[in-house]
Nanobody, 127 residues
Framework: QVQLVESGGGLVQAGGSLRLSCAAS????????MGWFRQAPGKEREFVAA????????DYAESVKGRSTISRDNAKNTVSLQMISLKPEDTAVYYC????????????????????WGQGTQVTVSS
């Protein structure tokens, strides 16, 4: 089992940037593919970005592609999401999630693949 704690959210003006971080407990962080999802008020949770166990493969939602970078540090049990050129439509609660998988290359993009979730961090982008 792994516990996830997100940080780095906040209020930022449109065009600004944020770096979200997710700290994972436990000593087996490298067996998890990691993902970021977000949920805006009145909307369903949606995929943002994901990274494979080793960090060699990544995937992004079209809405954030080119503006976001997901990375991980398996030695520090952390995964990060750097976001630039933020838009008001990026406003949402951002969640970190973990998927225990034996496939070192898999990059799950559906929320149903993820077993463990953090509590979320609020990102608000003002226009």
């Amino acid at each position: 089992q792994v516990q996830l704690v997100e940080s780095g959210g906040g209020l930022v003006q449109a065009g600004g940037s944020l770096r979200l971080s997710c700290a994972a407990s436990g000593r087996t962080f490298s067996v998890y593919a990691m993902g970021w999802f977000r949920q805006a008020p009145g909307k369903e949770r949606e995929f943002v970005a994901a990274i494979s166990r080793s960090g060699s493969s990544t995937d992004y939602a079209e809405s954030v592609k080119g503006r976001s970078t997901i990375s991980r540090d398996n030695a520090k049990n952390t995964v990060s999401l750097q976001m630039i050129s933020l838009k008001p439509e990026d406003t949402a609660v951002y969640y970190c999630a973990a998927d225990r998988t034996s496939n070192t290359m898999v990059v799950p993009t559906t929320q149903y693949a993820y077993v463990y979730w953090g509590q979320g961090t609020q990102v608000t982008v003002s226009s």
